[in-house]
């Protein structure tokens, strides 16, 4: 049910775009440079040992985006699997890659400046496929679906265009930590994107 929706709000933005003069859609891709929110594990007697602030690493993004242009602003809706990694040094267990699979829904409003420059900022849907912790079993995060947030800086050069943006992740979601007695990781992304997009 929640796949035929999103699908269907795709479709519509999709077509919405297609109406509108100077509107249009394309495929992009980049690196991210991104780090989760904390691990947190217990060490007895009620204590609890916290590995802040995940080692970041490289991360990479795919996807698809509809277009509807206005004289100085436009609505950006795209569709996009990412990939996220960082890295924790847990305690007994030594460095671990967390690795994060989702699908990511931004709906951005742009801001043109001037000439080919543009903002933008929005809220971004997401829907975690699959999230694993190196050696250790993690279960599934607690919620599939969460909301970010998306806000960058843009350039277009004819059909290609390339942005930097930062995503936070708004809500808490945690996955918890199998082998570690109350463990668990904040799967919350906190990264850098740099993109290229290319008009069809």
């Known amino acids: 049910m929640k796949k035929t929706l999103l699908v269907a709000v ?12 100077g509107s249009g859609f ?24 916290i590995v802040e602030g995940a080692e970041g690493k490289t991360g990479y993004h795919v996807g698809f985006w509809g277009k509807l242009d206005f004289p100085k602003i436009y ?8 990939k996220t990694k960082s890295s924790y040094d847990v305690p007994n267990e030594g ?31 997401q829907y975690t496929l699959k999230n694993d912790l190196g050696d250790l079993e993690v279960e599934d995060v607690q919620n599939d679906f969460t909301v970010g947030l998306n806000a960058g800086v843009g350039v277009n050069l004819g059909r290609l265009g390339l942005d930097v943006r930062y995503e936070r992740g708004f809500s808490e979601n945690e996955a918890d930590i199998i082998d570690i007695p109350d463990g668990r990781v904040d799967s919350r992304p906190s990264q850098i994107i740099f993109a290229a997009s290319l008009k069809l």
């Open 10 to 21: 795709l479709a519509l933005m999709g077509s919405a775009a297609m109406a509108q003069s």
């Open 26 to 49: 394309g495929i992009k891709a980049g690196l991210s440079y991104n780090k989760n929110g904390d691990l947190i594990s217990s060490v007895g007697e009620g204590g609890q040992d």
């Open 75 to 82: 609505l950006r809706p795209e569709l996009v699997y990412s």
């Open 95 to 125: 460095s671990q890659d967390y690795d994060i699979s989702k699908l990511d829904l931004p709906v951005l409003l742009g801001y043109k400046l001037i000439g080919p420059l543009h903002i933008f900022a929005g809220p971004a849907f």
